[in-house]
Antibody, heavy 116, light 110 residues
Framework: EVQLVESGGGVVRPGGSLRLSCAAS????????MTWVRQAPGKGLEWVSG????????GYADSVKGRFTISRDNAKNSLYLQMNSLRAEDTALYHC?????????WGQGTLVTVSS | QSALTQPPSASGSPGQSVTISCTGT?????????VSWYQQHPGKAPKLMIY???KRPSGVPDRFSGSKSGNTASLTVSGLQAEDEADYYC??????????FGTGTKVSVL
Protein backbone atom coordinates (compact mmCIF):
# COMPACT_ATOMS: atom_id res chain seq x y z
CA GLU A 1 0.00 0.00 0.00
CA VAL A 2 1.39 3.38 -0.99
CA GLN A 3 1.78 5.68 1.99
CA LEU A 4 3.07 9.24 2.21
CA VAL A 5 3.41 10.75 5.67
CA GLU A 6 4.40 14.38 6.10
CA SER A 7 5.96 15.85 9.22
CA GLY A 8 7.78 18.93 10.39
CA GLY A 9 4.98 21.48 10.35
CA GLY A 10 4.31 23.86 13.20
CA VAL A 11 4.04 27.48 14.24
CA VAL A 12 6.90 29.76 13.22
CA ARG A 13 7.44 33.51 13.31
CA PRO A 14 7.73 35.54 10.09
CA GLY A 15 11.26 35.28 8.78
CA GLY A 16 11.77 31.90 10.38
CA SER A 17 12.56 28.52 8.86
CA LEU A 18 11.09 25.03 8.85
CA ARG A 19 12.05 21.76 7.21
CA LEU A 20 9.23 19.50 6.09
CA SER A 21 9.74 15.79 5.53
CA CYS A 22 7.69 13.21 3.67
CA ALA A 23 8.26 9.53 4.44
CA ALA A 24 7.29 7.26 1.57
CA SER A 25 6.51 3.54 1.68
CA UNK A 26 4.78 0.88 -0.38
CA UNK A 27 6.53 1.68 -3.66
CA UNK A 28 10.01 2.10 -5.15
CA UNK A 29 10.55 5.73 -4.15
CA UNK A 30 13.51 6.27 -6.45
CA UNK A 31 11.40 5.49 -9.52
CA UNK A 32 9.12 8.51 -9.11
CA UNK A 33 9.21 12.25 -9.27
CA MET A 34 7.68 13.94 -6.25
CA THR A 35 5.80 17.14 -5.57
CA TRP A 36 4.83 19.50 -2.75
CA VAL A 37 1.39 21.12 -2.95
CA ARG A 38 -0.09 23.48 -0.36
CA GLN A 39 -3.56 24.60 0.54
CA ALA A 40 -4.18 27.71 2.61
CA PRO A 41 -7.15 27.48 5.00
CA GLY A 42 -10.36 27.62 2.99
CA LYS A 43 -8.48 28.15 -0.26
CA GLY A 44 -7.55 26.12 -3.33
CA LEU A 45 -4.56 23.97 -4.20
CA GLU A 46 -1.25 25.64 -5.03
CA TRP A 47 1.67 23.81 -6.62
CA VAL A 48 4.80 24.62 -4.60
CA SER A 49 7.68 22.53 -5.95
CA GLY A 50 8.56 19.36 -7.80
CA UNK A 51 11.61 17.14 -8.15
CA UNK A 52 12.51 14.43 -10.64
CA UNK A 53 13.22 10.82 -9.66
CA UNK A 54 16.94 11.42 -9.23
CA UNK A 55 16.82 15.00 -8.05
CA UNK A 56 18.34 16.23 -11.28
CA UNK A 57 15.40 18.46 -12.15
CA UNK A 58 13.55 20.74 -9.80
CA GLY A 59 10.93 23.44 -10.16
CA TYR A 60 9.45 26.09 -7.89
CA ALA A 61 6.42 28.34 -7.86
CA ASP A 62 7.32 32.00 -8.26
CA SER A 63 5.86 32.63 -4.80
CA VAL A 64 8.53 30.46 -3.12
CA LYS A 65 11.47 30.68 -5.51
CA GLY A 66 14.67 31.63 -3.72
CA ARG A 67 13.17 30.83 -0.29
CA PHE A 68 12.24 27.13 -0.51
CA THR A 69 14.45 24.20 -1.51
CA ILE A 70 13.18 20.76 -2.43
CA SER A 71 15.39 17.70 -2.04
CA ARG A 72 15.17 13.95 -1.70
CA ASP A 73 17.10 11.02 -0.26
CA ASN A 74 16.24 7.90 -2.21
CA ALA A 75 18.17 5.72 0.22
CA LYS A 76 15.88 6.92 3.02
CA ASN A 77 12.69 6.99 0.91
CA SER A 78 12.23 10.60 1.93
CA LEU A 79 11.30 13.92 0.38
CA TYR A 80 12.11 17.27 1.98
CA LEU A 81 11.16 20.92 1.72
CA GLN A 82 13.43 23.46 3.36
CA MET A 83 11.46 26.64 3.90
CA ASN A 84 13.31 29.86 4.77
CA SER A 85 12.23 33.48 5.15
CA LEU A 86 8.70 32.36 5.89
CA ARG A 87 5.85 34.80 5.42
CA ALA A 88 2.29 34.93 6.71
CA GLU A 89 1.07 33.94 3.24
CA ASP A 90 2.97 30.65 3.49
CA THR A 91 0.47 29.49 6.13
CA ALA A 92 -1.09 26.35 4.70
CA LEU A 93 -1.46 22.60 4.84
CA TYR A 94 1.48 21.16 2.93
CA HIS A 95 0.93 17.88 1.07
CA CYS A 96 3.54 15.72 -0.55
CA UNK A 97 2.39 13.78 -3.59
CA UNK A 98 3.85 11.06 -5.75
CA UNK A 99 4.49 12.06 -9.32
CA UNK A 100 5.95 14.96 -11.27
CA UNK A 101 3.43 15.54 -14.08
CA UNK A 102 0.40 13.94 -12.45
CA UNK A 103 0.13 13.23 -8.71
CA UNK A 104 -1.47 9.87 -8.08
CA UNK A 105 -1.00 9.49 -4.32
CA TRP A 106 -1.14 12.21 -1.68
CA GLY A 107 -0.32 12.45 1.98
CA GLN A 108 -2.70 13.97 4.50
CA GLY A 109 -0.47 16.99 4.92
CA THR A 110 1.37 18.87 7.65
CA LEU A 111 0.18 22.28 8.82
CA VAL A 112 2.50 25.27 8.70
CA THR A 113 1.40 28.42 10.49
CA VAL A 114 3.45 31.59 10.14
CA SER A 115 2.44 34.08 12.79
CA SER A 116 3.97 36.53 15.20
CA GLN B 1 2.14 31.46 -13.04
CA SER B 2 -1.47 32.61 -12.92
CA ALA B 3 -4.01 30.05 -11.74
CA LEU B 4 -6.10 28.34 -14.38
CA THR B 5 -9.68 29.63 -14.49
CA GLN B 6 -12.52 27.37 -13.39
CA PRO B 7 -16.16 28.23 -12.61
CA PRO B 8 -16.67 28.52 -8.84
CA SER B 9 -19.57 26.11 -8.84
CA ALA B 10 -21.48 23.56 -10.90
CA SER B 11 -24.44 21.39 -10.08
CA GLY B 12 -26.72 18.68 -11.38
CA SER B 13 -29.34 16.21 -10.28
CA PRO B 14 -28.51 12.55 -9.72
CA GLY B 15 -28.07 10.80 -13.05
CA GLN B 16 -27.40 14.00 -14.96
CA SER B 17 -24.08 15.13 -16.40
CA VAL B 18 -21.99 18.10 -15.36
CA THR B 19 -19.01 19.56 -17.23
CA ILE B 20 -16.34 21.71 -15.62
CA SER B 21 -14.15 23.95 -17.76
CA CYS B 22 -10.55 24.90 -17.06
CA THR B 23 -9.13 27.77 -19.08
CA GLY B 24 -5.45 28.57 -19.38
CA THR B 25 -3.09 29.82 -22.04
CA UNK B 26 -0.88 28.53 -24.82
CA UNK B 27 1.92 28.37 -22.23
CA UNK B 28 0.15 25.78 -20.13
CA UNK B 29 -2.97 23.88 -21.24
CA UNK B 30 -2.60 24.78 -24.90
CA UNK B 31 1.06 23.83 -24.99
CA UNK B 32 1.10 20.24 -23.73
CA UNK B 33 -1.01 17.21 -22.82
CA UNK B 34 -0.08 17.08 -19.12
CA VAL B 35 -3.50 18.16 -17.89
CA SER B 36 -4.87 16.40 -14.84
CA TRP B 37 -7.96 16.65 -12.65
CA TYR B 38 -8.29 16.11 -8.89
CA GLN B 39 -11.28 15.51 -6.66
CA GLN B 40 -11.19 16.69 -3.06
CA HIS B 41 -13.80 15.93 -0.42
CA PRO B 42 -13.89 18.17 2.69
CA GLY B 43 -11.03 17.43 5.05
CA LYS B 44 -9.51 14.87 2.71
CA ALA B 45 -6.45 14.75 0.49
CA PRO B 46 -6.98 15.30 -3.24
CA LYS B 47 -7.52 12.26 -5.48
CA LEU B 48 -6.32 11.96 -9.06
CA MET B 49 -9.28 11.47 -11.42
CA ILE B 50 -7.84 12.19 -14.88
CA TYR B 51 -4.27 12.50 -16.15
CA UNK B 52 -2.73 13.39 -19.51
CA UNK B 53 -6.02 15.04 -20.56
CA UNK B 54 -8.10 11.89 -21.06
CA LYS B 55 -6.62 8.98 -19.08
CA ARG B 56 -8.30 7.50 -16.01
CA PRO B 57 -6.28 5.87 -13.22
CA SER B 58 -7.26 2.39 -12.18
CA GLY B 59 -10.30 2.48 -9.90
CA VAL B 60 -11.76 5.74 -11.19
CA PRO B 61 -15.25 5.15 -12.61
CA ASP B 62 -15.67 5.60 -16.36
CA ARG B 63 -18.33 8.19 -15.54
CA PHE B 64 -15.41 10.60 -15.34
CA SER B 65 -13.92 11.78 -18.63
CA GLY B 66 -11.55 14.50 -19.75
CA SER B 67 -10.98 16.46 -22.93
CA LYS B 68 -9.13 19.47 -24.25
CA SER B 69 -9.62 22.01 -27.01
CA GLY B 70 -7.08 24.76 -27.49
CA ASN B 71 -6.38 26.44 -24.17
CA THR B 72 -9.38 24.94 -22.40
CA ALA B 73 -9.65 21.55 -20.72
CA SER B 74 -12.88 20.00 -19.49
CA LEU B 75 -13.94 17.35 -17.01
CA THR B 76 -17.32 15.68 -17.50
CA VAL B 77 -19.03 13.65 -14.82
CA SER B 78 -21.83 11.55 -16.30
CA GLY B 79 -24.51 9.80 -14.30
CA LEU B 80 -23.94 12.10 -11.33
CA GLN B 81 -23.98 10.40 -7.95
CA ALA B 82 -24.19 11.78 -4.43
CA GLU B 83 -20.56 10.85 -3.71
CA ASP B 84 -19.42 13.02 -6.63
CA GLU B 85 -20.21 16.11 -4.57
CA ALA B 86 -16.77 17.58 -3.95
CA ASP B 87 -14.30 20.23 -5.06
CA TYR B 88 -12.55 19.62 -8.36
CA TYR B 89 -9.25 21.11 -9.48
CA CYS B 90 -7.55 21.01 -12.84
CA UNK B 91 -3.78 21.22 -13.19
CA UNK B 92 -1.40 21.70 -16.10
CA UNK B 93 2.29 21.60 -16.81
CA UNK B 94 3.37 25.18 -17.54
CA UNK B 95 6.84 24.59 -18.91
CA UNK B 96 10.37 24.58 -17.43
CA UNK B 97 9.44 22.31 -14.52
CA UNK B 98 6.52 24.50 -13.49
CA UNK B 99 2.93 23.53 -12.83
CA UNK B 100 -0.28 25.40 -12.13
CA PHE B 101 -3.60 24.45 -10.54
CA GLY B 102 -7.03 25.76 -11.36
CA THR B 103 -9.09 27.93 -9.06
CA GLY B 104 -11.35 25.02 -8.15
CA THR B 105 -15.00 24.16 -8.76
CA LYS B 106 -17.46 23.04 -6.12
CA VAL B 107 -19.79 20.43 -7.58
CA SER B 108 -23.15 20.03 -5.87
CA VAL B 109 -25.54 17.15 -6.41
CA LEU B 110 -29.05 18.54 -6.09
Amino acid sequence: EVQLVESGGGVVRPGGSLRLSCAASGFTFGDYGMTWVRQAPGKGLEWVSGISWNGGSTGYADSVKGRFTISRDNAKNSLYLQMNSLRAEDTALYHCARGFYSKDYWGQGTLVTVSS
Amino acid sequence: QSALTQPPSASGSPGQSVTISCTGTSSDIGGNDYVSWYQQHPGKAPKLMIYEVTKRPSGVPDRFSGSKSGNTASLTVSGLQAEDEADYYCSSYAGINNFVFGTGTKVSVL
